[in-house]
């Protein structure tokens, strides 16, 4: 069996995504099972930090993926299609320069299982933001995970942020989004919004 070659991971100089999460029913099954789509868009900036050679990006899948379409991957504002599905992740792979790059990756995928957010690999990550949408309930979140800077609750959905500038340093964010998780695994979402402090 062939193994994959050993690519140095791209440090990431900024990172800006929105993701959409929304539970649903399988539709067909003997027995419905809990599914869940997780659309996702992001835009970056990476480079290789070693300077030459191949490097690699990964992003996030639901661990038990059933299916992934609207895939869109960019780099310097042209196409690639140098992925491939590695566990929970979506690897890109190919050269980098040693100057910050633009690249934008996009995708929906459906499966189930929990889906972990991680900050990019960067010495300061000088912009982290994500926007993400709960459609229909709100996620649980593992309770050491990144918190978010603001949430927003209205029309059936549940709008989280996190925003940070100059971050050296931000745990994975894991989200339940079909509450599979162990119950004593998980912390409640009693943030303090603006209003309360």
Wanted: hydrophobic share 40%; net charge neutral; proline share 9%.
């Amino acid at each position: 069996q062939a193994t994959s070659p050993q690519r140095i991971l791209a440090s990431v100089k900024s990172f800006s995504a929105t993701v959409s999460l929304k539970p649903g029913l399988s539709i067909g099954t003997t027995q419905p099972e809990s599914i869940y789509t997780a659309q996702l868009q992001t835009r970056f900036e990476a480079f290789n930090p070693a300077g030459k050679g191949e490097c690699e990006v990964l992003l996030p899948l639901p661990p038990q993926i059933i299916s992934l379409a609207g895939l869109e991957v960019t780099v310097n504002s042209r196409p690639s299609a140098a992925v491939e599905i590695r566990g929970d992740k979506l690897a890109w792979s190919g050269a980098l320069p040693a100057e910050p790059t633009p690249m934008t990756i996009a995708y929906s995928a459906v499966g189930k299982g929990l889906y972990n957010l991680q900050t990019p690999p960067s010495g300061i990550l000088e912009t982290f933001h994500i926007d993400l949408t709960a459609v229909g309930s709100d996620v649980r979140m593992l309770e050491l995970s990144l918190q978010p800077t603001k949430y927003a609750r209205g029309n059936g959905q549940t709008v989280y942020t996190w925003d940070y500038k100059n971050l050296l340093f931000g745990r994975p964010i894991a989200l339940d989004v079909l509450g599979i998780a162990p119950i004593d695994r998980l912390g409640e979402l009693t943030w303090l919004g603006p209003a309360s402090v």
